[in-house]
């Protein structure tokens, strides 16, 4: 089955820097890769999402690259804000309706 | 409203006891997912049923079982084979199409005391 890493699995960055987060899957055929936040005692939201079809995507502060010959692909925040301390997740599926294979999420901390 | 909704926030169960939690969509989505998230860790899917009256079995389905008679509703049952049951569940729904988000609902919180 797919194997998806995430790393870091804690990141600190000061308020107004950059985070990268990355990920890496091991099945060739996955097509779909999406980004979850999840706050403290929610359930996961999506922030991003990238198919196979391209190879970067952006909405604002977010932006999400995609290697599909190295198959990894990470998630780009520019000038992050206490709000964005949450622990993000990456997903790797195969676009139907299969369910999503997780990472084991990054805790990011936005330092004052 | 729409969206998901799961039932109850907390739970505690005693050992040995069967446990079901509810899961609600009104986004008229045909697929629907349970993952388990213990901390530190991914999630981890546990069922899933693309139709009414069909599941499959995800990657940690043992002493767990579902049913969906409903396209709305997708209840989750903790059995007592479940060795170790306590964890953060969390429902999830999509569309049939690859194009289509898979959407979460808050969780409920099952310690067993």
């Known amino acids: 089955g797919e194997n998806v890493e995430q790393h870091p699995s804690t990141l600190s960055v000061q308020e107004g820097d950059s985070a990268v987060i990355k990920c890496t899957y091991s099945d060739s055929a996955s097509n779909y890769f999406p980004w979850y936040k999840q706050e403290l005692g929610k359930g996961p939201q999506l922030i991003i999402d990238i198919r196979s079809n391209v190879g970067e995507k952006k909405d604002q502060r977010i932006a999400v690259t995609l290697n599909k010959t190295a198959k990894h692909f990470s998630l780009h925040i520019t000038e992050t804000q206490p709000e964005d301390s949450a622990v993000y997740f990456c997903a790797v599926g195969g676009g139907g309706a299969d369910g999503l294979t997780f990472g084991k999420g990054t805790h990011l901390i936005i330092q004052p | 409203d729409g969206g998901i909704t799961q039932s109850p926030k907390y739970l505690f169960r005693k050992e040995g006891q069967n446990v079901t939690l509810s899961c609600e969509q009104n986004?008229?989505?045909?697929?629907m997912y349970w993952y388990r998230q213990d901390p530190g860790q991914g999630l981890r899917l546990i069922y899933y049923?693309?139709?009414?009256?069909?599941?499959q079995k995800g990657d940690i389905a043992e002493g767990y079982s579902v049913s969906r008679e409903k396209k709305e509703s997708f209840p989750l049952t903790v059995t007592s084979a479940q060795k170790n049951p306590t964890a953060f569940y969390l429902c999830?729904?999509?569309?049939?199409?690859?194009?289509?988000?898979?959407?979460f609902g808050p969780g409920t919180r099952l310690t067993v005391l």
């Open positions: 999830a729904s999509k569309g049939l199409a690859s194009t289509d988000t898979q959407y």
């Open positions: 986004l008229n989505h045909d697929a």
């Open positions: 049923s693309q139709i009414v009256n069909d599941f």
